[in-house]
C-alpha cells in the first residue's frame, strides 16, 4: 500500500460521540492519524493542548481534525499540487 | 446510575419541557456515557462534548442541561452536543447545521 502522504492529527475528547464516529469514519478508511483526547490529559499538557488546537481552530471544536501534506525540499510541482496552484 | 437509567429519566424530563432526546439512541446513549464518566470524574455532569476544566464553579455553565441549550434548541434546532433536539429537528423539517460555540473564548 501507498505510504500516507499527509500527516492527520485528531483533537478530540474520550466522551463525545462525535469524536468516536470521527475515528471510527478515518478506520474504516484505514487513514493513519494520531489522536489526542485532550481530556486525558494532565492540566499543563490539556493547557499545552488547547493552546495548540486554538492556532489551527480558534473555536477549540471537538473534535478538530488537521490534516497536513509535508513537502521536503523545493518542489514546485508539490506545491502546485497541494495549494490547488493552477 | 446507567446510561440506560438515565435515558429513561432524560426523555420524560426533555418531554415535560416541550423538547426530546435526538432519536438516534445509539448516539444518545454514548453522550449519556460521557456524562457518567464526567460525573464520576468532576462530581457533576459536565458536557461531554466540551473541555471540563474540574472547578465547578468555571465549568458551571456546561454542566448539562447547559445554559447554551435552549438558545441554541431555538436558532438550530439542536443543542450543542446533539442530545436535546426540537422535535422539528428531529423529523428533518430543520436543516440540519453545526451549532457553533456560544462559549466566551476566555474558557
Redesign the interface.
Known sequence: MEEQKKKVRLYA??????C?RLRQFLDEHNVKYEVIE??LLD?GE?WVM?KELKRYN?????PTLVIEEVISGFDGEAIKEALDIK | MTPELLYEILSKYAESQGIQLNKDREYVLEILEGLLTNESRYGYRSCPCRLATGVKEKDADIICPCVYRDPDIKDYGRCYCRLYVSKEWDEGKVKHVKVPERRSKDH
Open positions: 475528547l474520550s466522551t463525545c460521540p462525535e468516536k485532550v481530556d492540566s490539556q488547547t480558534p473555536e477549540v471544536y471537538y
